[in-house]
């Protein structure tokens, strides 16, 4: 069985799979990781979709490593 990600209950342990989807729900929870300024940009959606076995915790703190590297 698939994960819902417009439905399904998002934590930090939650596993992508190869359904996974950049919904608004998603969106809320890396706002709330990442805060405001979080966004998707094609660089890191390709990462994510690399297919690495990855949470959504490994999700929200790369995107903390990557934009506290930022300028």
């Known amino acids: 069985m698939t ?4 439905s399904g209950p998002i934590t930090r342990d939650t596993p992508l799979d190869p359904y996974y989807r950049n919904t608004q729900k998603v969106r809320r929870f890396l706002i709330g990781e990442c805060g405001e300024s979080f966004k998707f940009d094609r ?5 994510i979709k ?4 990855l949470t959504m915790g490994d999700v929200a703190d790369h995107w903390n490593r990557k934009s506290s590297s930022r300028p």
């Open 3 to 6: 994960f819902d990600w417009h």
């Open 43 to 47: 660089a890191f959606m390709a990462w």
């Open 50 to 53: 690399s297919g690495a076995p």
